[in-house]
């Protein structure tokens, strides 16, 4: 569903501070427009037109910080494989300056190839989508980066509700870095850069958009109508829970999370642990292990199984034990399949690169055109 909320509400931005940042551009604009005759005018509209346009059907970003878990395929991955099998190409990126916010370097470069291999056995296809590494165009990003920050207010960063979060559970303003106020900038670039249509965001990721589409509609109102405004796709609000029934599944908390590269007596011990509901009760547990099952299911009537199972508990029935077994089943075999699809894809140990080799082309393109016209306008050439 194409969707998003008004950029005031997230940032709690008022009227003014929106008009205080950008005067007068729009007179400024007309009067340039009836000095220099119709002529001019028509030439500027189209290169307008040509300016506005997407580039990139679809964007998304992958931060290289870990072993993925079931939960960020079914939350941040499937929705991507989805759109592909529905003709759409993808772009995909590996967000490696946004891993660095809160990881070493090192660890990023670690993960980068991984998780490329991760999202090519889970269905992302090289064929189809561009799959590129952020820093692999890392001057083009900076630089906009910078460009772009001029145009946000520090406050209104430390507005964001992401970084509220993280400054009130896991970082103090006075010790956490300045990388993670610019995060949304920073994400704002690739999106930009890339003229991206429509960016698939969970919930956690909404405000970031946000701010992406504010920087795109204060550029556009200060120096012409340059960036087509991306579209916020919110994935079906998906929260996978953690097995221990603490907070979302996460790798960072791996005792309550299927991690991808678990082999199947580590996921038969993680779901027998698991906690689940008594017979006739339903519960935000049960139902995150139902959309896991039903998410991993390989065939329909092993959803119809799920089903079966869960009508019997609601209608008081002791089938929870039942219910875990065909879990453990439904996921040993998704993680077994994925896991002999990615033996494959690692064994020639240049075929990763050589897709970001092939994917970075695209997103160099993108990146340099865009920031030309960028540099052109700002008469920063
Ligand atoms: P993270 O690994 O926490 O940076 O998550 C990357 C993406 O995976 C998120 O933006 C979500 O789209 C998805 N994701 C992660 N954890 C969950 C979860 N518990 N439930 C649903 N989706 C998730």
Known sequence: MLGGIGNRTLLNLSKSDHFRIMPHNLDKNKKIYTTVGSLKKAQTQRKEVFAMRYKVELLTGIRPTGDLTVANY?????????????????????????????????TARQYTHGVVADYIALGVNPQKADVYLQSDIAGEVTTFTALLARHVSVAELLRVPTLKDKLKNNARPETANALLLLYPVLMAADILLNRAKKV????????????TRLLARRFNKRYGELFP???????????????????????????GAIFLTDDAKTVAKKIKAAETAFEGVMNDKLESHILVAKGLAKTESERDEVEAIIQAHKSGKPVMGQFKQLLTHIVQNFLEEFQAKRAEITRDPSYIPSVLEEGVKVARKNAIETLDEVRKVLRFT
């Not at 698939?200 to 701010?211: I, N, S, T």
């Not at 996978?240 to 599944?249: A, D, P, T």
């Open 229 to 255: 405004i991306p579209k916020v796709l919110q994935v079906k609000s998906l929260r996978i829970l953690s097995l221990k029934g603490e907070g979302k599944m996460s790798k960072t908390n791996p005792g």
């Open 200 to 211: 698939p965001v969970g919930e956690d990721q909404l405000a970031h958009m946000e701010v």
């Open 74 to 106: 079914l939350g941040a991955v499937a929705p991507i494989v989805e759109l592909q099998s529905q003709g759409v190409s993808p772009m995909v990126f590996v967000a490696d300056f946004h891993a660095i916010t809160d990881n070493e370097p090192a």
